[in-house]
């Protein structure tokens, strides 16, 4: 792009603010999801009897452009702006996990997902981004309106806890109270209430563990693969030692066709046979590199509110991705969660544009806070 620092529109302002070297990491891993989305769909359309891979495969190009656009597009909002489409966005995200509980399509025992003409829509993926930053500017305003503001993001987690615990879905809940207490932590809170965190919330995975059959099961698998089907992590292990340093080649791969989610929860299982170890490592490292940049960047930051922000959007993205990456290696028990922009998948991709787009545009140059206010 040939702008002039003196460009004083919209666009030349943005492109010599935004973090240019996150937004070419971020757009790095969007071409690595149209390159897996072409090595692992087309298994998947026809295994599945899809009356058309092509039709497969352009419904997720589709929602990768939506994403760049929608992150390119946030990313040029102030910061007052991204308050405000998180408040809403919050609320309105809110509303439609909780309506999944009744008029929700349920999925593999789960209800997560609201039916809309020609997709499913899983609301609980933006409610991810929006409640970071939401609980953000509540515990930021605490300094000025005291424990009002923290009690405020409190009853606002509990809120989200509560009907992610009703859907079930456990995997989101821990990321939600990760980014949380992630804030928390960084707001300064009392180290004995940090420690409370803790205990509360390995009390809630034993009790989750006693109440919820699927958590137990999934648990279970993990400690002791005989307990139950483990079949698609025996693949996905299998199809990391096929591909060897450099894999088997460009559409090569033959376990692929083997494992039901390879272009979603097992995608990096794909990437693992078809480019090996190499490229894998490349993808780790541009997930590395993004979360690393980013709290680099908050490191001559004064405002609070874009600290905690920031913080939350960051370590809700980095958790993401080591809960898909850890899950395809074995390293913790299977979660139905998916690689941010590399997984199949409209909503997630969308709505972890939104986050990234919000983190860019927190994250902006600013010679003045004028915007802030």
């Not at 072409?38 to 997720?60: N, T, Y």
């Not at 340093?245 to 693992?272: I, N, Q, S, T």
């Not at 993808?283 to 609070?304: A, H, N, S």
């Not at 509110?305 to 074995?330: E, V």
Request: hydrophobic share 55%; aromatic share 10%.
């Amino acid at each position: 792009m040939a702008l002039s620092r003196a460009d004083t529109s919209v666009l030349g302002r943005w492109w010599w603010t935004v973090d240019r070297w996150t937004l070419a990491a971020l757009m790095a891993l969007v071409g690595f999801g149209y390159v897996m989305l072409l090595a692992a769909s087309p298994g998947v359309a026809e295994r599945i009897g899809a009356s058309s891979r092509d039709l497969f495969i352009l419904k997720q190009v589709f929602f990768l452009a939506l994403a760049t656009g929608v992150m390119v597009a946030i990313s040029l909002l102030s910061v007052k702006q991204v308050r405000r489409l998180a408040l809403l966005g919050f609320l309105g995200a809110l509303l439609m996990t909780a309506a999944t509980l009744s008029v929700g399509v349920e999925i593999k025992g789960a209800r997560r997902w609201l039916h809309i003409p020609g997709m499913t829509l899983q609301p609980s993926e933006f409610l991810k981004p929006c409640f970071a930053v939401v609980a953000a500017w509540l515990l930021a305003e605490a300094k000025s309106l005291g424990w009002k503001a923290t009690a405020g993001a409190l009853l606002a987690f509990l809120l989200v806890a509560g009907v992610l615990v009703k859907q079930p879905d456990m995997g989101m809940l821990i990321v939600v109270a990760s980014v949380f207490c992630a804030q928390l932590f960084v707001a300064g809170i009392n180290m004995f209430l940090v420690a409370g965190c803790g205990v509360a919330g390995v009390l809630g995975g034993i009790g989750a563990y006693f109440v919820l059959p699927h958590f137990r099961s999934r648990i279970d698998r993990f400690l002791d693969p005989a307990s139950g089907d483990t079949y698609q992590v025996q693949v996905a292990m299998e199809a990391f030692g096929h591909g060897g340093l450099l894999g088997v080649g460009p559409g090569e791969g033959r376990l692929k066709a083997m494992l039901p989610d390879a272009h979603a929860d097992f995608v990096f299982a794909v990437a693992g046979e078809e480019f090996g170890l190499a490229v894998c490592l490349l993808i780790l490292g541009l997930f590395g590199f993004v979360v690393l940049r980013g709290l680099l960047r908050l490191l001559g930051e004064k405002d609070l509110f874009i600290i905690l922000g920031a913080t939350g959007l960051l370590t809700q993205f980095g958790l993401q991705a080591f809960i898909n990456m850890g899950s395809a290696l074995h390293l913790i028990p299977t979660k139905g969660m998916t690689l941010p922009f590399i997984s199949y998948g409209g909503s997630s991709v969308v709505a972890v544009a939104l986050g990234m787009g919000m983190l860019l545009a927190l994250t902006r140059r600013r010679l003045a806070r004028v915007e802030a206010e």
